[in-house]
């Protein structure tokens, strides 16, 4: 089949300023509201920070003339119950011992609790141990609300079997540990999963990354029986963390839509975008496109994550799409670069723009994501160390006042 004429699409780095206007986001929708202040807490996988950083970069680039302020308070080892297994090193650290402190100084408007993962202490279930981690929860709950926040409750990622097979241990062991885990655990945690999902029907918002990370799973592995996201059957990979994410976000509301451009093709009428300078000849098409910079897609993503979970098309939609087109392939050019070629019917359904990493907005998206990651790092640890705890072993913050100046130039360089 020939190949038509060239389709440029001219997104030039001077137009890729966000601007605020556009009916991408609809904040009347989301429920994190301009100038809030949330306070996330959760243990070691919160404290890895993947999911809050993604949750970040969708704020900034959804609502780029909003200001929010995400605290990562996550605490390696941390439960909602005090309790811990005969072999952990340390009495695991109980939330309850640095929530009220944390409330009283951050004043969130927000609070985003996940826990579960240490609270069944990688036993076989236990009624009693079940009863305590649901107290433990509705203890958050209470303080949370006491505080004047709204709480947003998180099913516990679940627990992985398959990548550390052979430490699990069989029901009857003499014990256990996060080390050589009960070989049923997941189901303890599917239990505790099904608990804190039951809660909307007492009007409480819960996101579930339980469910969504055990789906994406079973697709994946129909094909790679021994694919994991988490090496050691706990503590996921960013992939991982793009679920929780993609959970999280969509439990909050989150638009789906960054920016779409709609232009038909054989009068050069623009029908959605901001769109000028629209030139057509023969089969060739330029226009210019002012548009939004997407979440990034993390160059650490499996490359399966996306597709399966159909991340982008739930969160992160970014659409060309030009009608009218005569059929065949065409080159797409941003400037005078080739981005890709699509066929005249993939414009007209809507290319999503997410699967070109070489495009400059995809590129400014990756820049961003890694310069939140940086300021997160800086600024949680400085947050957990100036709340206090009694976990040892934890790497101790900078001084939140000298951490706050030093990420004042990472802030700049984000809102820029």
């Excluded at 579930?208 to 079973?218: G, M, N, V």
């Excluded at 779409?260 to 496109?289: H, N, P």
């Excluded at 897609?297 to 060309?320: G, K, M, Q, V, Y």
């Amino acid at each position: 089949m020939r190949r038509f004429a060239l389709l440029f699409l001219a997104i030039l780095g001077a137009l890729l300023a966000v601007h605020s206007t556009s009916a991408a986001a609809n904040p009347g929708s989301f429920l994190l509201h301009d100038g809030e202040r949330v306070l996330v807490v959760g243990d070691s996988i919160t404290y890895a920070g993947g999911y809050v950083q993604y949750l970040e970069a969708y704020l900034r680039t959804r609502f780029p003339n909003q200001r929010f302020e995400v605290i990562n308070l996550g605490l390696p080892s941390e439960t909602v119950t005090g309790l811990s297994e005969p072999d952990h090193p340390f009495p695991r650290p109980n939330v309850h011992e640095r929530l009220d402190r944390a409330l009283q100084r951050i004043k969130p408007h927000v609070v985003i609790a996940c826990y579960g993962m240490n609270d069944g202490i990688y036993y076989p279930f236990s009624e009693d141990r079940f009863a305590q981690y649901q107290q433990g929860m509705r203890d958050v709950i209470r303080k949370s609300r006491t505080a004047g926040a709204r709480i947003i409750l998180m099913t516990p990622p679940p627990f992985d079997p398959v990548p550390v097979k052979d430490k699990l241990l069989p029901e009857g062991a003499p014990k256990y540990s996060w080390v050589n885990p009960f070989v049923r655990y997941h189901e303890v945690l599917d239990r505790y999963s099904d608990w804190v999902l039951s809660l909307r029907k007492e009007g409480l918002i819960v996101a579930d990354p339980h469910r969504e990370t055990a789906e994406f799973l079973t697709r994946v592995r129909r094909r790679n029986p021994d694919f994991t996201l988490a090496g050691d059957g706990v503590h996921p990979a960013p992939g991982g963390h793009a679920l929780i994410a993609l959970a999280l976000l969509e439990a909050l509301g989150a638009p789906a839509l960054v920016d779409r451009a709609e232009v038909e093709a054989r009068t050069r009428q623009v029908i959605a975008g901001d769109v000028t300078d629209v030139i057509r000849s023969g089969d060739s098409l330029e226009l210019r496109w002012l548009t939004r910079v997407p979440m990034a897609a993390d160059p650490e993503w499996p490359a399966t994550l996306a597709p399966l979970s159909r991340f982008h098309e739930r969160l992160n939609r970014h659409l060309l799409r030009v009608r009218g087109l005569r059929e065949g392939r065409y080159r797409l050019y941003e400037g005078d670069r080739l981005v890709s070629v699509v066929t005249g019917a993939d414009l007209e359904r809507g290319v999503d723009l997410n699967q070109f990493p070489e495009l400059t907005t995809n590129r400014q998206a990756v820049e961003l994501l890694k310069l939140v990651r940086q300021r997160e790092r800086l600024l949680s640890s400085a947050w957990i160390t100036a709340v206090g705890h009694k976990r040892p072993q934890t790497p101790t913050g900078l001084p939140l006042p000298e951490a706050q100046q030093k990420a004042a130039p990472l802030e700049q360089r984000i809102h820029e």
